[in-house]
């Protein structure tokens, strides 16, 4: 998967995705729950290919049900907030 080799690349196809399904009317609770599942898919299937991927599969690892959301809150922030900037 070459989109996951680069941080920058990666964030900004996320940020992306966010903006659409947002614009598809999709709710917070949802993106969030599609976060959820994709986190716990490339934890499973996906070698980390960078020092930021590998600190996110680090925390994934070790973060219960409560902690994988608020992660997943966290990352579409984050992503969001890249593409506003």
């Not at 049900?65 to 608020?70: I, M, R």
Request: hydrophobic share 40%; proline share 1%.
């Amino acid at each position: 998967m070459a989109l996951l080799e680069n941080w920058e690349r990666w964030t900004s196809f996320l940020g992306e995705q966010v903006t659409d399904a947002k614009e598809h009317g999709m709710s917070k609770k949802a993106i969030e729950k599609s976060a959820v599942q994709i986190g716990d898919y490339l934890a499973k299937n996906v070698d980390p290919k960078n020092e930021q991927e590998r600190v996110l599969a680090d925390l994934w690892q070790v973060a219960d049900s409560d902690e994988k959301h608020a992660l997943a809150n966290c990352i579409i922030k984050l992503v969001s907030n890249n593409r506003v900037q």
